[in-house]
């Protein structure tokens, strides 16, 4: 095993965070992975409403800054490695990108994957017209007509954003929407948005680009005409990810009691748990309980008294740092742009990117990109610009 | 910031919203980030808008790239 932890946590959104935060207060020794960067889900939705109360809304990347700062603070250390596999038990092991870890307790808080409909064809359509981040690609659909399918708020919110830019928005609602009376008002209210109950997509159309979709209603099928795709159903949490806990069918972790699963030294928070709530208020109170539940299980092995700890456990050795430098060794005449491909990022760096070609009188400036917002760049890319450049201007945040 | 941990030099393009969230998660990396904040949003601009947050990022990229290329 390269590294042992009190507390590990897979996945740093909300829950995760709070997770972590609450066992590092305890003065437990924590670990937070997530292989793109802390933030989780809600990187990918501009604004919170009703956060922190009813009635208010709160930019995202405000609470998440606010969450991961909290967690720094507290001493929790972030991975960046990616969890392939936990392995429940009395002593739970993980596997990553890294190597194997061990853990006294692990807190499972990976949120869940991705919405897709399972049709024929989807994968190839992903980014094509078929998105899951509204404030991610949104404004490619500015004036045109696009499909959101799910029932519930996060659903509501997506279609929401969409209204804003495009020009009209459909819901298609398998079932009854399991929205909020306030997301639905406001749904009512946008003038640009129509849902449809009992809809469910049967084929999508398009060679190479989305141009629609097939839906089904009590009244038969019919066309619809879209370019933009957005489906929140058919998400899936970690079951596949952990061994020896119990999950419900959409791979969403049981609990005995809260955020207990029914191996002692395994808790989940969030999204990830069966039955949570699907909202910011809900993520922050599992996360704590989780948490706490971790220090509680883990505090009759460490004692209750006095704990001497390593100041610098996980901290990397200062001589590390050379291991992974590779760039500083190409000329000031080597500058590429690295954009995260949202809307407008690869202009805005093209502008800013021509400004200081000039300035510097470079004979060129080269470019690369990951292809959208929500993945994390390709190591290989990564290699290339570092090994190439001297300096890559980055569109991280916008 | 893994560009940086390579000893890259590179500037981060962020809006004014993602800088909290930027800031806190290079602060997890234990890195120091090169920062050039334009207002947000950047998606949905047309030609003109896009051009005015262009000539803000380009008038604070060009001094910090200056200075780090000064001091190298």
């Known amino acids: 095993m390269s590294s042992d932890w009190d507390v590990a946590v897979v996945g740093a959104g909300v829950a995760g965070l709070t997770a972590a935060r609450v066992a590092a207060q305890a003065g437990l020794r924590v670990v937070a992975y997530d ?16 956060v922190p109360g009813p009635g208010e809304v ?25 969890v392939t596999r936990v392995h429940a038990g009395a002593s739970p092991r993980l596997e990553t ?45 500015r004036g045109r007509a696009v499909a959101v399918v ?10 929401l ?8 928005v459909t819901v298609l609602v398998p079932g009854r929407p399991g929205w909020s009376a306030e997301r639905a008002a406001r749904l009512a209210a946008s003038g640009r948005i129509e849902v449809l109950t009992g809809a469910t997509v049967t084929a999508l159309r398009g060679e190479g680009v989305l141009s629609g979709v097939v839906v089904a209603t009590s009244g038969g099928e019919r066309e619809l005409a879209v370019d933009g795709l957005f489906p929140y159903v058919g998400r899936r949490g970690p079951g596949a990810l952990v061994d020896g806990v119990a999950t419900d069918e959409s791979g969403r972790v049981r609990t005995d009691d809260g955020v207990r699963t029914a191996v002692p030294t395994v808790f989940v928070a969030g999204d990830a748990r069966s039955g949570a709530p699907d909202s910011v208020p809900s993520a922050e109170a599992d996360g704590a309980a989780a948490g706490a539940a971790a220090v509680a299980a883990l505090r009759p092995a460490a ?7 390593d100041p610098t456990f996980g901290v990397q050795p200062a001589g590390s740092a050379a291991e992974i430098l590779s760039g500083g060794t190409a000329e000031w005449t080597e500058v590429a742009l690295f954009s995260n491909s949202k809307p407008n990022a690869t202009e ?15 004979p060129e400036i080269g470019f690369a990109s990951k292809p959208n917002a929500s993945a994390a760049a390709d190591k290989d890319v990564i290699d290339w610009l570092s090994q190439r450049y001297k300096m890559v201007l980055v569109a991280v945040g916008d | 910031m893994e560009l940086e941990k390579r000893g890259v030099v590179a500037p981060l393009l962020v809006t004014s919203t993602f800088l909290p969230l930027v ?10 980030p090169r920062v050039v904040v334009v207002p947000h949003p950047v998606g949905g601009l047309n030609e003109a808008e896009l051009a005015e947050r262009i000539e803000a990022a380009a008038g604070a990229l060009l001094p910090l790239a200056d200075e780090a290329r000064g001091s190298a």
């Open chain 1, 97 to 141: 990108s890294e190597g194997e870890v061990g853990a006294g307790a692990v807190v499972v808080a990976t949120g869940l994957s991705a919405g897709r409909l399972g049709l024929p064809g989807e994968e190839l359509l992903v980014g094509r017209g078929i998105s899951t981040c509204a404030g991610c690609d949104g404004p490619l659909f």
């Open chain 2, 23 to 32: 800031e806190a998660q290079a602060k997890a990396r234990r890195v120091t």
């Open chain 1, 303 to 309: 004692g209750r008294g006095l704990r001497i700890v």
């Open chain 1, 161 to 168: 954003e969409l209204a804003e830019v495009a020009a009209a």
């Open chain 1, 348 to 362: 805005l760096l093209r502008g800013v990117g021509e400004r200081l070609q000039a300035h510097w009188e470079l």
């Open chain 1, 35 to 50: 292989r793109m960067a802390p933030g989780g889900q809600l990187v990918n939705l501009t604004a919170l409403h009703d």
């Open chain 1, 58 to 82: 709160t930019p995202s990347a405000e609470l998440l800054g606010r969450l991961v700062a909290a967690a720094e603070a507290a001493g929790v250390t972030m991975s960046f490695a990616e």
């Open chain 1, 150 to 159: 799910g029932d519930d708020d996060w659903t509501a919110e997506e279609a």
